[in-house]
């Protein structure tokens, strides 16, 4: 097996062929290029369904999106809107499938044997599960209330909590600013990483982290040179450099040295300031996990991302030949049949 790191000193310069990445989802995994994406999800029976089309990014119409630090912020607007629609989609097949294999509900058969009564023809299964789907879609405005509630919950357990905690865990946090913004990160931190082995001990969480793998493995042994098959893939580590968890340790990591600029303002204060520091900081993360495919074997990169990979071992777990399988399957749909140097505009992350 190759090493955590080592991974990325064995495969092919990035620059000089295409950049995929991805992240899992339910029971599967989307892959994207720069410029499709494509979305493969295992059924219950354990027929692979997917699920591709174009993307066009906001970088690929507007070059000034491309430049640095200014690309990151579109990149990763645009990865979470792609993230939240590929979850969606294969929530909607885990749904299908449960329909399906139920046949309905009660509710269901009652309105069949009134059609059989009134001379009508009994629905398909699949037109009885497009029915049980529908009604038990989540209206819109739900999810939009679902999605701002989610989102304060972790912007005040993971920004607000840490510098509430630290400026009373550190005596005369005013003057000692700089040890108070190192406890403020360091809590946060913890909180992060307590809070991925905490759901990771959930099996629906845990198989998705497997997945999380897969994706990688598949992605890690393209970028070798390898077969991109099952059998090569699971010679590979589950780890990879442009990984969302290493992405989110290196923020904090940032935040900590942006705080120095800051002191220790008020706590509603210093709360506007994080809130403000996220994009800035987030898009000079970007940057490192760029160079961190650029350059895989500069020491001060690999130092750099070194807290990450390790992180990172508890969102992408070693896969089963099965999900890699289907890992595999949503690479061969976005894969390109020449692989010319080309740029990502976007700047496609493995997720």
């Known amino acids: 097996m190759r090493s955590a790191i080592g991974i990325q000193a064995a495969r092919r310069s990035l620059p ?37 089309r174009r993307v066009v990014t906001f970088a690929t119409r507007h070059k000034w999106a491309r430049w640095p630090f200014l690309r990151g912020i579109f990149g990763l607007f645009e ?36 059609r059989q009564a009134a001379g009508g023809t009994q629905d398909s299964g699949e037109t ?7 009604r038990r879609a989540i209206p819109a405005w739900l999810m939009a209330i679902n999605m701002v509630v989610s989102l304060s919950i972790f ?14 865990i550190v005596p005369h946090a005013k003057k000692a600013w700089m040890l ?14 307590g809070y991925m082995g905490a759901i990771s001990l959930w099996e629906p969480i845990r198989r998705v982290f497997h997945y999380h793998g897969a994706e990688h493995q598949v992605i890690n042994t393209y970028e070798a040179g390898d077969p991109v098959t099952v059998e090569a893939a699971a010679t590979h580590e589950p780890l990879h450099a442009r990984c969302g968890t290493t992405f989110l340790v290196i923020v904090i990591l ?23 520091l996220l994009f800035p900081v987030a898009s ?24 990450g990979m390790w992180i990172q071992r508890l969102t992408a777990r070693r896969a089963t030949p ?5 890992s595999v399957r949503a690479f061969e749909a976005v894969q390109m049949e020449s692989a010319q140097p080309q740029a990502s505009p976007s700047g496609v992350a493995a997720s």
Do not use: C
């Open 254 to 276: 940032l935040k900590i040295v942006a705080g120095i600029f800051v002191g220790w303002p008020s706590l509603a204060v210093r709360a506007v300031l994080r809130l403000a």
């Open 322 to 326: 099965d999900m890699l399988a289907v």
């Open 284 to 307: 000079v993360a970007y940057e490192i996990t760029k160079l961190a495919a650029k350059y895989p074997d500069n020491p001060l990169v690999r130092a750099t991302i070194a807290p």
């Open 128 to 134: 009885r599960a497009t029915q049980v789907r529908q």
């Open 79 to 114: 990865a979470f809107s792609l993230g939240i629609s590929a979850l969606n989609y294969s929530a909607e097949i885990a749904a299908s499938a449960e329909a399906e294999k139920q046949g309905g509900d009660g509710d269901d058969d009652g309105e069949v044997a009134r």
């Open 155 to 168: 912007l005040a357990l993971f920004l607000v909590l840490p510098t509430y905690a630290a400026g009373h």
């Open 16 to 52: 000089e062929t295409l950049i995929y990445g991805g992240q899992a989802v339910i029971e599967g995994v989307m892959m994207r290029s720069p410029t499709q994406v494509a979305i493969a999800v295992r059924k219950p029976d354990g027929e692979i369904v997917v699920n591709k």
């Open 180 to 193: 108070a913004n190192a406890v403020e990160g360091g809590i946060r931190l913890l909180l992060v990483v």
